[in-house]
């Protein structure tokens, strides 16, 4: 029952990938129907259970930060950062982790960060 | 093809999402559905209590799930009341969440770099069949555990005081691998890759180095057990790098390639992380090839202790109460551990349990015989055998690195 040893392959992908929420939204898909598939309980908690705060930018959160890893890790960081904080947080994301966020996302996700999650 | 990476990492998340059918739900029990989370210590930053959850990766126990991609999960305190921590309570950590299951019959682990004159590969039974098998009980420790814990707070995954483990290695030297690759006059660093990766291309690969005379140390090995077992898949199954004293950033899971540099290595790991401010922390170990005017790579890990009994802050009269828990340091060996029940003023030495050598946890124990009622400021204190001991409040640095402050009890005793 448990598929994990022939779940994951074990070539690394070479390809770049560009995110979007349709994409997010078929993984999220795909998931739901092994878990229904393999009959899982739906009942344990993981990542897709996370609900961040209603508020302009959320989506480009969601779209872009959630594409490297899980959205956890906002509110695991907070409420500590102050603006200028979390416009570094992006900042990092962006030169140091080579995240794929265009300008103006960058400032949508900055914006909310600070304001929904900031001190 | 665009989707790959995101089906493996669902993928890999639906393989959690099974975890607790049979062998886990019994462990797992109404802890990890519990709604009231897992005990959290109060100086945590206060969004760590709406995420943080007990939860079992395939083939763990419960941990505490500070992030589920890439998964970051630590022991709960009461795991370290066992001087070994057990392969399936012990800490998970990743940078990047494209984390490949490695088949140990296909795996091979290539060594070689410009300064190596005679690369090859190892297989999983070569490695430990051909090669002289080491085992010790060695610390490894997160760079930033107790990060969640600073004042002020730092930006990262937010620790508390589980991101280690105590566990009894297997493996082959290092040097001995090297040996065979006939390492060039030049060599500066070595090198080590992992299987896993990143999700988008341009994030830098997690590749860490060492200076080579700690490549060299008799004591740095390949591991390819773990408490007497093959490595979990989340602890680097089948082969990890095991530096001991050393900070676990540079302990590299799912090791598969090993590069002798006659540069520094230069990447984000290296340059822009696991540093801390010069002269701040007392290291003696030094990495001197990757040392720069204002920051210095992170070394060898701080003398520290935990209080791990009680755990609860409340005890009765007229029992009879003793305080106990672990010390550890970078592998100078614990030599006392102090206690003081007034909050730092006087300090008696607790009784230090059995020495599984100088890279291990070393279990602590001191009896206050049946106290009155009132208060207790309950504090310990390690020192190592180089005289370096825990500072009263942690050192404060960008990062969060090192945090050695005392371990704190404040006990009521009702």
């Not at chain 2, 209590?49 to 505490?64: C, S």
């Given at each position: 029952m448990i598929k994990r040893n022939s779940s994951t392959p074990d070539v690394k992908p070479s390809s770049s990938v560009n995110f979007t929420a349709g994409h997010l939204a078929y993984a999220f898909a795909v998931m739901l129907t092994a878990a229904l598939f393999w009959g899982v309980a739906a009942a344990r908690a993981d990542e897709t259970d996370i609900v961040l705060k209603e508020g302009h930018g959320r989506d480009a959160v969601i779209n872009n930060c959630g594409a490297c890893h899980s959205l956890d890790y906002i509110q695991m960081n907070s409420p500590f950062l102050d603006k200028a904080g979390w416009e570094g947080e992006v900042t990092k994301m962006i030169k140091s982790y080579g995240a794929p966020i265009d300008d103006a996302d960058a400032k949508e996700i900055a914006a909310y960060l600070s304001a929904n999650y900031g001190k | 093809?665009?989707?790959?990476?995101?089906?493996?990492?669902?993928?890999?998340?639906?393989?959690?999402?099974?975890?607790?059918?049979?062998?886990?739900?019994?462990?797992?029990?109404?802890?990890?559905?519990?709604?009231?989370?897992?005990?959290?210590?109060?100086?945590?930053?206060?969004?760590?209590?709406?995420?943080?959850?007990?939860?079992?990766?395939?083939?763990?126990?419960?941990?505490?799930?500070?992030?589920?991609?890439?998964?970051?999960?630590?022991?709960?305190?009461?795991?370290?009341?066992?001087?070994i921590t057990p392969n399936e309570s012990f800490f998970v950590r990743y940078h990047l969440a494209d984390i490949s299951n490695v088949n140990a019959a296909t795996w091979r682990l290539a060594i070689g770099g410009e300064g190596a004159a005679t690369p090859f590969e190892i297989g999983y039974d070569d490695l430990k069949k051909n090669y002289e098998p080491v085992?010790?009980?060695?610390?490894?420790?997160?760079s930033g555990n107790r990060r969640g814990l600073?004042?002020?707070?730092?930006?990262?995954?937010?620790?508390?005081?589980?991101?280690?483990g105590n566990a009894r290695w297997k493996g082959a030297r290092l040097k001995d691998i090297l040996a065979k690759a006939g390492l060039k006059e030049d060599v500066l660093e070595i090198a080590f890759d992992g299987a896993d990766g990143p999700v988008v291309d341009k994030t830098p690969d997690f590749v860490k180095s060492l200076p080579l005379w700690k490549a060299l140390d008799p004591d740095t090995i390949v591991a390819y057990e773990m408490n007497g077992e093959p490595l979990p898949h989340f602890n680097g199954f089948p082969a990890r790098l095991v530096a001991p004293g050393w900070t676990a950033t540079y302990w590299m899971k799912h090791l598969t390639r090993i590069e002798a540099r006659s540069k520094p290595l230069d990447n984000f790991w290296m340059k822009g992380a696991y540093r801390v401010p010069v002269r701040l922390f007392p290291s003696t170990q030094r990495f001197i090839s990757q040392e720069a005017p204002a920051n210095t790579p992170i070394t060898e890990i701080m003398v520290n202790s935990l209080i791990t009994s009680p755990l609860s802050t409340e005890v009765k009269s007229g029992d009879t109460l003793t305080i106990g828990g672990i010390a550890?340091?970078?592998?100078?060996?614990?030599?006392?551990?102090?206690?003081?029940?007034?909050?730092?003023?006087?300090?008696?030495?607790?009784?230090?349990?059995?020495?599984?050598?100088?890279?291990?946890?070393?279990?602590?124990?001191?009896?206050?015989?049946?106290p009155p009622k009132g208060k207790l400021d309950i504090v310990a204190k390690a020192t190592n055998a180089i005289g370096q001991s825990q500072p009263m409040t942690a050192l404060s640095n960008p990062a969060g690195y090192h945090h050695n402050a005392v371990a704190r009890l404040a006990l009521t005793v009702g």
């Open positions: - | 093809m665009p989707r790959t990476g995101i089906d493996r990492r669902e993928m890999l998340r639906f393989s959690a999402g099974t975890a607790l059918s049979a062998p886990f739900l019994a462990a797992a029990g109404a802890a990890a559905f519990a709604s009231d989370g897992p005990p959290l210590d109060p100086r945590l930053p206060a969004g760590v209590g709406t995420e943080a959850k007990l939860e079992a990766l395939p083939g763990k126990a419960p941990l505490i799930k500070l992030s589920y991609r890439p998964p970051n999960y630590e022991s709960p305190v009461s795991v370290f009341k066992d001087t085992e010790f009980v060695a610390v490894c420790q997160c600073a004042n002020p707070h730092a930006a990262g995954v937010q620790w508390g005081v589980g991101a280690m550890w340091d970078g592998g100078f060996g614990i030599s006392s551990v102090e206690i003081s029940q007034d909050g730092g003023k006087t300090w008696t030495d607790a009784e230090l349990g059995p020495d599984l050598g100088r890279y291990s946890f070393r279990a602590w124990q001191f009896s206050l015989g049946r």
